[in-house]
């Protein structure tokens, strides 16, 4: 049995106060904290195996180089990839949608072509297919979200048309902690032949993941949240895309041949990671994906689940805590406002108390209009959290009422 009570002191982070107060860290969702392996293996690297990686012969660089290509195959194992080229290393999930968007509109997107997305998305999976819309004249659609913050599947149907050329959606919405359905809507775009982005960037540290059971096309994750290190996330594109899609950006280690009148590029995952890689970040999460198969997926799904439900029982008993979205299936995420107080003004009290949330959009803007209204709070739960740290939060939350007088 894993005793997830002692996972805090896995996480040097824990170890100091904030305002006198222990840290109460519920702000994963934004970017998750890292355990000591994952640090010690940044010092141990640096100070023992350092050299840039896929160039030079020399013995630290085959050393890490090997380390660099090793983590790829725990990767490509973590989620159930086919082959190890479809595993493309980025500098976080935002660069791994824009990689896609890109490479994939270059070829694919013409004027008058459309794209559907959801109105659950971040900004990181709108702006660059913006970015197409406007440079190939694209149109993009968006599913709609039912009262409870869900996106049924009939939705997709009623927008998708014979121009329908991606579309691209996110497993878990980062607001609402809506789980998607998101295998019916890769069957229903597969019958159609039409491929399918997923926006992983919320899911891969909280549920098990398998890209080919799910059958999608591409798939973003974001190494930061799967506490591992930051400027580093992962693009799975299924191998037809990864053999077919053109270079993202041009630069040294991605070519195949450069003579002055052309060039030929590398095959996949080299041809989309130009100039020097991210060493010691990819090299280190390969012990943040042993970090959580330690824990295991599955018992890391049901502790935070608990944590969750717990969470939103009492924020439910709490009259003026609105919460954001009533999905059906929901992770790790709890979004709300209490009327008469500005969300920014929740979070810079609840800090005093040492409680981290995250205040404002939250990246998702179209979800917030929607919604109508301007921000909310985000308490987001992490391997870390329990249920004294939701006691803490609640308790915080209700003095930051009398400071209103609410
Ligand atoms: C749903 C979603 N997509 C994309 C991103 C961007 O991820 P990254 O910080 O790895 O670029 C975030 C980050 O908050 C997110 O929550």
Redesign the pocket.
């Known amino acids: 049995m894993i005793d997830f009570n002692n996972i805090k002191n896995k996480f040097p982070i824990f170890k100091q106060k904030i305002k006198g107060k222990p840290l109460i860290y519920l702000d994963s ?2 970017s998750a904290q890292k355990p000591k392996i994952v640090i010690d293996e940044i010092s141990r690297f640096y100070e023992t195996e350092f050299s840039n990686v896929g160039r030079s012969v020399h013995t630290l660089a085959v050393k890490a180089t090997n380390k660099f290509e090793e983590t790829r195959d725990i990767v490509k194992s973590y989620i159930n990839a086919k082959h190890r080229e479809e595993i493309i290393f980025t500098k ?4 791994a ?1 824009n990689l896609a968007a890109t490479a994939f509109g270059e070829k694919y997107i013409n004027e008058g072509d459309e794209i559907i997305l959801t109105e659950l998305e ?1 900004h ?2 709108y702006v660059p297919w913006h970015y197409l819309r406007n440079k190939r004249g694209a149109i993009i659609k968006f599913a709609s979200i039912n009262e409870n913050g869900e996106i049924d599947v009939d939705e997709f149907k009623k927008i998708i048309t014979e121009k329908t050329k991606i579309i691209a959606f ?1 497993h878990i ?2 607001v609402t902690g809506t789980i998607l359905p998101v295998k019916k809507i890769i069957d229903l775009a597969k019958s159609k032949n039409i491929p399918v982005l997923i ?1 992983g ?2 899911s891969a540290q909280h549920i098990g993941l398998d890209v080919q059971d799910l059958g999608c096309d591409f798939y ?1 994750i ?1 190494c ?2 799967m506490y591992g290190p930051n400027g580093l ?1 992962i693009l799975y594109a299924k191998k037809k895309w990864a053999d077919e899609l053109p270079p993202y950006q041009g630069g040294g280690g991605m070519i195949s041949e450069v003579k002055k009148d052309e060039i030929t590029y590398a095959d996949s995952p080299t041809k989309f990671e130009a100039g020097t890689m991210q060493t010691a970040e990819v090299v280190a999460f390969a012990k943040s994906i042993q970090f959580i198969q330690d824990l295991g997926i599955k018992n890391i799904e049901e502790h935070e689940s608990q944590v969750l439900e717990y969470g939103l029982e009492k924020l439910r008993k709490n009259n003026s805590v609105n919460i954001i979205g009533n999905p059906s299936k929901r992770a790790s995420i709890m979004s709300f406002t209490i009327k008469g107080i500005h969300p920014h003004d929740i979070a810079t009290i609840l800090d005093d108390d040492g409680v981290a949330i995250r205040a404002g959009h939250h ?1 998702c803007q179209i979800l917030h209009d929607k919604l109508k209204i301007p921000a909310s709070a985000r308490a987001s739960i992490g391997v870390y959290n329990n249920k004294d740290d939701i006691d803490v939060l609640c308790e915080s939350i209700n003095k930051c009422k009398k400071v209103f007088n609410i």
């Open positions: 969702a934004n976080g999930a935002t660069d949608i971040h990181s999976n996110t919405s980062n926006d960037t919320q973003a974001s930061h949240k996330g990246c």
